[in-house]
């Protein structure tokens, strides 16, 4: 019952979107009038009065043949507001509550908040995100490749792999390819010509390791992905020489400038991964392998001043998650450490680097206390903006990340809630490792809504439409893989049944949904072509560059260039309204709009064509012709008339169609 009632946190229906303190906010609901004669309150609770709701009645600001706007203003003057609605429905003699998760029944309100000086940048809210693992993207400089037995890392001789050759199952950690920055660069036209307007790169300083979550240098690119300008023959000093090397260290810097550079001049952003949680054995204040000298680091003297960087017990520093290589550096008891990192956060988003942000790694995981924590990254953000206004802020979380944002402490997450986790569960079943398999939620509409709907009200304001949505990435097995439902990973099924077995259509519906749900839609490299791989390591095989001509490449790339270029087109993917419309076993269709654009997207992952009848006046829709301007498989019907607001049809088996009104 009363379907059709409708708020966000869009243009739409929140006035102005990034309000600050002494605005005039307008937050407006909507009704549709065939539920007769209502009236309406919204319920303001504020942080100085947190236990009681001022009623606030709202007034009828305009309205439509469907629907009546009610709104109401008040000015800010809070730190954050929280709000939900009541409406007074007088013909039925029923009152509702209506919160960011939508008509509150049977369950306790989510409240819509406000958070004045909350702002994110303008150019993150929906752009297009690729994620580049460095050394398995693309090797334009050989002469910056680790060579075999180069150093010892985790009890292994490190090896040089052939560009064909895939990762080891057990040892994909110490095993090199080559990529590097000059590869990226060198493909920044291919990027631009996909569509991509931001890159995340996986760390790029100092690392022994092929992933670089294990910081060496904080203040320097690694040369291995940079400029080896100094060297040796020595195989006993090379690993040394290539890292510590003044004039290694300052061209791999300004190699970084000058991709950024680059990437601007194709408004390509270029966003950093932040491992500040931990370092690594080999980083200067712990020096495990005395690469710094004998005397220095905690590992080799426990009474240097560093010691107060990390957390003891029994004598030993500890270990993220008990990993001695991953020392935990300790937030709880030194401002320096405070300032040291926020220092590393302002270096690379200020000049002569400029990045454009940064994604932080494991970030709720940073210190022992959740509120020194939170502390903490709202102090790296003000420095990081401070700097560079425009930089974004994102977290790695796998939660529900409201009281960081709250807090002013991140921008917006990775968005596992609100994309790769309810998307590959209702087309796959399928965890994002690999290692669970649920048939029950395939096509499990209700479960779908019911979990989008609580992660949207998760993310307030703004940080809905920047969090990236990812169906791939460097720690999950590939989209492609998830695809095939099956429970492996690379040591136990082998890499050939990753690439088995691969459902085409519900590839390309998983991507379609990851570019029309709320939003910024990232690719991880490869997944423009359907790389196929495991979890970790085998998700991280290197680009087939020398391959990409073949047909099935082609044909997937062709297919990822149109999705890419529809979307970049409609303004209402980005920060629109959505709205779910009619659902059922294994269909699903909603809307997304704003003052300009009406988008249906219509969804069915069955085996068989479904029969639809879909109240698009919902998303205010009436009358006229809906055209389907982007379907992941060939249709017959483009085009669909609306009578009385609501469009009937077919769906072809396993497939995704858009729909825009003419």
């Not at 291919?190 to 203040?219: A, M, R």
Request: proline letters at 5%.
């Amino acid at each position: 019952m009363f379907f059709g009632i409708y708020s966000d946190q869009s243009e739409n229906f929140l006035t102005p979107t990034n309000p600050k303190i002494g605005d005039d906010v307008i937050v407006k609901i909507r009704v549709p009038k065939k539920y007769g004669e209502v009236s309406g309150n919204l319920y303001l609770l504020t942080k100085k009065n947190s236990n009681k709701y001022k009623h606030s009645p709202m007034h009828l600001e305009n309205e439509n043949s469907l629907f009546w706007y009610f709104s109401t203003k008040f000015k800010l003057t809070e730190r954050y507001i929280r709000y939900h609605f009541e409406l007074n429905f007088i013909n039925h003699n029923k009152k509702i509550k209506y919160d960011s998760r939508g008509v509150a029944e049977n369950r306790h309100i989510e409240d819509f908040v406000i958070i004045p000086e909350f702002e994110v940048p303008k150019w993150a809210i929906g752009a297009v995100y690729y994620q580049i693992f460095p050394d398995r993207f693309h090797n334009s400089d050989p002469s910056n490749d680790p060579v075999d037995g180069e150093y010892i890392y985790d009890g292994e001789p490190i090896k040089k792999k052939e560009w064909n050759e895939l990762p080891h199952p057990t040892k994909g950690h110490t095993e090199f390819y080559g990529g590097d920055l000059k590869g990226i660069i060198d493909k920044l036209d291919y990027l631009k010509d996909l569509g991509i307007e931001v890159i995340y790169l996986n760390p790029i300083f100092v690392s022994p390791s092929p992933h670089k979550y294990d910081t060496q240098d904080y203040e320097h690119i690694d040369p291995h992905l940079g400029v080896i300008v100094e060297d040796t023959d020595n195989l006993s000093e090379k690993y040394k020489v290539r890292t510590t090397s003044e004039k290694n260290l300052t061209e791999s810097d300004k190699l970084f400038a000058r991709l950024v550079e680059e990437a601007h001049k194709r408004n390509i952003k270029v966003v950093l991964d932040g491992v500040f949680n931990h370092c690594g054995s080999y980083h200067k204040w712990v020096n495990e392998y005395k690469i710094y000298g004998e005397n220095v680091g905690v590992a080799n003297d426990q009474n240097v001043p560093e010691s107060e960087f990390f957390y003891w017990h029994k004598g030993e520093y500890e270990g993220w998650w008990g990993y001695k290589s991953l020392p935990k550096l300790n937030y709880d008891k030194t401002m320096l450490v405070w300032k040291y990192i926020s220092k590393i956060g302002e270096k690379w988003v200020s000049y002569p680097y400029n990045a454009d942000g940064w994604r932080l790694d494991v970030a709720r995981d940073l210190g022992k206390n959740k509120n020194i924590n939170k502390t903490f990254w709202r102090y790296f953000r003000k420095i990081v903006k401070k700097a560079n206004k425009n930089a974004v802020i994102f977290a790695e979380d796998y939660e529900s990340p409201k009281e960081w944002i709250e807090s002013l402490s991140w921008d917006g997450v990775m968005n596992y809630i609100g994309s790769m986790d309810p998307i590959s569960y209702f087309l796959t079943g399928t965890e994002k490792h690999n290692d669970e398999f649920k048939p029950e939620l395939i096509g499990n509409s209700e479960w779908f809504i019911m979990h989008l709907k609580w992660a949207w009200s998760q993310l307030p304001l703004n940080s809905k439409y920047i969090s990236l949505n990812q169906l791939s990435n460097h720690d999950h097995s590939r989209w492609a893989t998830r695809t095939t439902k099956k429970i492996g990973r690379a040591h136990s099924s082998g890499h050939k049944e990753a690439e088995t077995g691969i459902d085409w259509d519900i590839f390309k519906i998983g991507y379609l949904m990851a570019f029309t749900l709320p939003g910024a839609p990232g690719l991880y490299y490869g997944d423009e072509i359907g790389l196929a791989g495991w979890t970790d390591p085998d998700n991280r095989r290197t680009f087939p560059w020398e391959n990409l001509n073949e047909k099935t490449y082609q044909e997937r790339l062709i297919f990822t260039k149109n999705m890419i270029q529809f979307y970049k087109e409609l303004s209402s993917l980005k920060n629109g309204s959505v709205e779910f419309l009619k659902w059922d076993k294994g269909f699903i269709s909603y809307g997304v709009w704003n003052k300009d654009e009406h988008i249906i997207v219509i969804i069915n992952i069955n085996e068989t064509p479904y029969e639809f009848e879909i109240p698009v006046w919902i998303s205010e829709i009436q009358d006229g012709i809906l055209k389907t301007i982007f379907n992941t498989k060939p249709v017959k019907n483009k085009e669909f008339n609306v009578y009385n607001g609501v469009i009937k049809g077919n769906i072809p088996e396993k497939c995704a169609i858009v729909l825009q009104k003419l």
